[in-house]
């Protein structure tokens, strides 16, 4: 492997399903990769046994590659670098512990959680940022046993020693941290398992990770992976942390702002290529002032060194603005299939008729959930008529033009082209005498139950003659039933 290849990796934790934010993360190593000719890997840090679900690392993987994200190492397709799943890389872990304790570089610590807790409280009692002040580093072999023969398991501590960590971070440039704000760190804890900070080094080292590209919020483990890849022997890769995705008031968007993850934009009818494209643009991480951009386009503009410097701000409403372009844009079976994979039992009985429906309504919808009752128009014999649509329809001029639509209707063979129903609409006006408002909206609300929806000439050209008969002396009862009231 040429020593200058781009490596990058996006390492979730499968302990709940997609954040947006990670989606995010993930989204801009795979732009870095598929921009540079780099590898893209995908390792899952799944060592909080507590909290790590093998049924969530299934989701994050469906909802990534439903994303459109693909990588080329991983822990289903496997690499060079494997295993690439944590709990299946306990060994390498023992082998660096065993260099950094033959190098004297750390100790057991034998506090309890409910030891350092108080010790944490007094140091906020006293005004002092909270660090681990080092009890357990200058036991004696004797205390150490002692403290074992009560049955006490030890973690082991990473040794800080005094001084300043440089990083120069490819977004926030230069960051200098004194390390006396740190204190001796946890890198194996009690039970055995190795902690964030020690195995995420081991493995990036290992799998030759050139750039970790991450969220702003590991910005200050940096400086402790830093004196780890300095203790191992390792040159530490390159750095980028990017700015967080924020709720509408400013802080990074979770459960209390509604949305948070993949998963709940797709069953709420988000294309994932409206997601990818929003979630990449959001910021200004991408140069230039497109706003919709095709995959290739989207790596082109991609820049890490931009990527999220600015705050990102997760707007809803501009996300289902962009949703609906793609939904305009997008092929109808592409439409149709992301339709499908919401799971719907209508799809599976008459797609091919379906297909022909999506190009007729997808113009007209922002969300995919809206495409079940636009379905239900071309359908349907029937159509459930809306309050507003009922109030138009008991107007005496209303029943008037759909008297006058009905009566034109009858006399036309085949009412199925544009020319067919312009002429219709012509006579309709010219009978009613009504145009305007006082014309379509009747029509429309006989023929489709709404005040808005698909292009009128869509529903005629793709309705028969008895259905739009029937829909009309339907509409007509409405108000007949209403004069009797
Ligand atoms: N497992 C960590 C997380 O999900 C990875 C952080 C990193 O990229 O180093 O936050």
Redesign the pocket.
């Known amino acids: 492997m040429p020593a200058n290849k781009i490596r990058v990796r996006f ?3 499968p302990t709940g399903k997609l954040h947006v934010g ?1 989606a995010r993360t993930a989204l801009f190593n795979w732009l870095h990769a598929r921009k540079t000719g780099g590898t893209f890997i995908l390792r899952i ?1 799944d060592t909080d046994i507590s909290r790590s679900l093998r049924h969530y690392e299934t989701t994050l993987i469906d909802t990534l590659r439903w994303l459109g994200i693909d990588w080329d190492e991983g822990p289903d397709i496997g690499g060079p670098f494997g295993p690439y799943r944590q709990s299946e890389r306990i060994e390498s872990y023992r082998a660096y512990l065993k260099k950094l304790t033959d190098a004297g570089l750390v100790y057991p610590c034998y506090c309890t959680d409910e030891e350092l807790n108080a010790e944490r409280q007094q140091m906020l009692a006293r005004g002092i940022a909270p660090r681990y002040s080092g009890k357990c580093r200058s036991l004696t072999e004797a205390q150490r046993q002692r403290l074992e023969s009560e049955g006490r398991k030890p973690a082991i501590r990473f040794k800080v020693e005094r001084g300043m960590v440089r990083l120069n971070d490819l977004i926030h440039g230069p960051v200098n941290f004194n390390t006396n704000l740190i204190g001796d760190f946890i890198i194996v804890r009690s039970t055995g398992l190795p902690a ?1 900070n020690f195995a ?1 080094v081991v493995d990036d080292a290992l799998m030759k990770v050139s750039l ?1 590209i ?1 969220g702003e919020d ?1 910005l200050s483990n940096t400086p402790r992976q830093i004196l780890l890849y300095e203790a191992l022997g390792f040159k530490p890769p390159q750095f980028a942390h990017h700015g967080l995705l924020l709720g509408a008031d400013r802080s990074k968007l979770s459960k209390r702002h509604g949305v948070t993850t993949v998963e709940q934009l797709k069953e709420q009818g988000f294309v994932p290529e409206a997601i990818t494209n929003y979630i990449a643009w959001i910021g200004g991480s991408l140069s230039g002032s497109q706003e919709i951009l095709s995959t290739s386009e989207m790596i082109g503009a991609f820049d890490v060194r931009k990527a999220g410097k600015n705050a990102a701000v997760f707007d809803l409403a501009k996300l289902k603005w962009m949703n609906a372009k793609y939904l305009k844009r997008l092929p109808p079976e592409t439409v149709l299939d992301h339709w499908l994979a919401l799971g719907t039992e209508r799809g599976l009985l008459d797609k091919k008729r379906l297909l022909q429906i999506v190009p007729l309504v997808k113009d007209n919808i922002e969300n995919l959930g809206q495409l079940e009752e636009l379905f239900d128009i071309f359908t349907e014999k029937n159509v459930a008529f809306s309050m507003e649509a009922e109030e138009v329809l008991r107007a005496d001029s209303s029943a008037k033009v759909l008297k006058v639509m009905a009566s034109a209707l009858q006399t036309l063979d085949a009412p199925r082209s544009k020319d067919a129903y312009n002429a219709l609409i012509k006579e309709v006006k010219r009978m009613s005498g009504y145009s305007g408002k006082k014309l379509f909206l009747p029509i429309r609300a006989a023929l489709t139950g709404e005040m808005a929806g698909p292009e009128l000439e869509k529903i005629f050209c793709n309705l028969d003659k008895d259905t739009l008969l029937h829909r009309i002396e339907r509409a007509l009862e409405l108000k007949d039933r209403s004069s009797d009231i």
């Open positions: 390492a979730p934790s990670n840090e964030y995420v970790v991450r590991h």
